[in-house]
Antibody, heavy 130, light 102 residues
Framework: QLQLHESGPGLVKPSETLSLTCSVS??????????WGWIRQSPGKGLAWIGS???????YYNPSLKSRVIISVDTSKKQFSLKVSSVTAADTSVYYCVRHVREAYYIESNGYYYDYFDYWGQGTLVTVSS | DIQLTQSPSILSASVGQRVTITCRTS??????LAWYQQKPGQAPKLLIY???TLQSGVPSRFRGSGSGTEFTLTITSLQPEDFATYYCQEGSFGGGTRVEMK
C-alpha cells in the first residue's frame, strides 16, 4: 500500500520560502508511470492543485502560482519537494502531497488527458506569520 | 480556466436516504470527472475517477454520472460513515458539498 508523508516547518515568516518534502513508501516511484504533486487547502479557497512532477524531473505548475513555485524529485531517496517563495498570509494552508494519475483518451484520433489524485498524504498545516 | 460549481453547498439527509450532489462546469468537458470524500481532519479520499469508475475499495452505493456540463455523485443509500464533504474535480476542484445528518 502506497503511503505519502509530508514534512517541513509548520510556521514560515512572510516573504520567506516555504519548503516541504514528501516521502514515498510502500511502492517504487520509478517503476510506475505516475506524477507526484502538491495540493493545498485553505478555509477561504478550498482545494487547489499547486503543481506536479514526473520521475524524469519535468514539472508543471498551476499558472496562478507558477512564478513562485518549484517542485523537485529525488527518486533515489523516494522523495519529492515543494518550495513556495515570497509567501504571504494567503499561503497559509494545509499542504497535501499526492500521487497524480494522468489518463489518456482519444476523440477522433486527437489525444487528450484527464487527471485525478489517488493517494494523499495526511497533510501538514503551514502558517505564514511573523 | 474551467470553473466547477457544486450544489447544494450543504445537504441534510438521513441514513438510508438517496443523496445526489451536482457539479456543473463552466464549459463542456470530457466527462472524466473525479469525486472525493473528505472527513474532518483527514485528507480527501478518491471515490470515483473517469466520471464513473469506482476506485478500488469504495462501496458500490457511490455512483458517478453525467455529461457535458452537468455531473452527479449519487449515494444510493446513505450510511453513517458517509457524512462528510464531497468534492468534484476536473483540473480544478469544486467548492464542496457537506452532507450532514438531518
Amino acid at each position: 500500500q502506497l503511503q505519502l508523508h509530508e514534512s517541513g516547518p509548520g510556521l514560515v515568516k512572510p516573504s520567506e520560502t516555504l519548503s516541504l518534502t514528501c516521502s514515498v513508501s510502500g511502492d517504487s516511484m520509478t517503476e510506475s508511470d505516475y506524477y507526484w504533486g502538491w495540493i493545498r487547502q485553505s478555509p477561504g479557497k478550498g482545494l487547489a492543485w499547486i503543481g506536479s512532477i514526473e520521475n524524469s524531473g519535468s514539472a508543471y505548475y498551476n499558472p496562478s502560482l507558477k512564478s513562485r513555485v518549484i517542485i523537485s524529485v529525488d527518486t533515489s531517496k523516494k522523495q519529492f519537494s515543494l518550495k513556495v517563495s515570497s509567501v504571504t498570509a494567503a499561503d497559509t494552508s494545509v499542504y497535501y502531497c499526492v500521487r497524480h494519475v494522468r489518463e489518456a483518451y482519444y476523440i477522433e484520433s486527437n489525444g487528450y488527458y484527464y487527471d485525478y489524485f489517488d493517494y494523499w498524504g495526511q497533510g501538514t498545516l503551514v502558517t505564514v506569520s511573523s | 480556466d474551467i470553473q466547477l460549481t457544486q450544489s447544494p453547498s450543504i445537504l441534510s439527509a438521513s441514513v438510508g436516504q438517496r443523496v445526489t450532489i451536482t457539479c456543473r462546469t463552466s464549459q463542456g468537458i470530457s466527462g472524466y470527472l473525479a469525486w472525493y470524500q473528505q472527513k474532518p481532519g483527514q485528507a480527501p479520499k478518491l471515490l470515483i475517477y473517469g466520471g464513473s469508475t469506482l476506485q478500488s475499495g469504495v462501496p458500490s452505493r457511490f455512483r458517478g454520472s453525467g455529461s457535458g456540463t452537468e455531473f452527479t455523485l449519487t449515494i444510493t443509500s446513505l450510511q453513517p460513515e458517509d457524512f462528510a464533504t464531497y468534492y468534484c474535480q476536473e483540473g480544478s476542484f469544486g467548492g464542496g458539498t457537506r452532507v450532514e445528518m438531518k
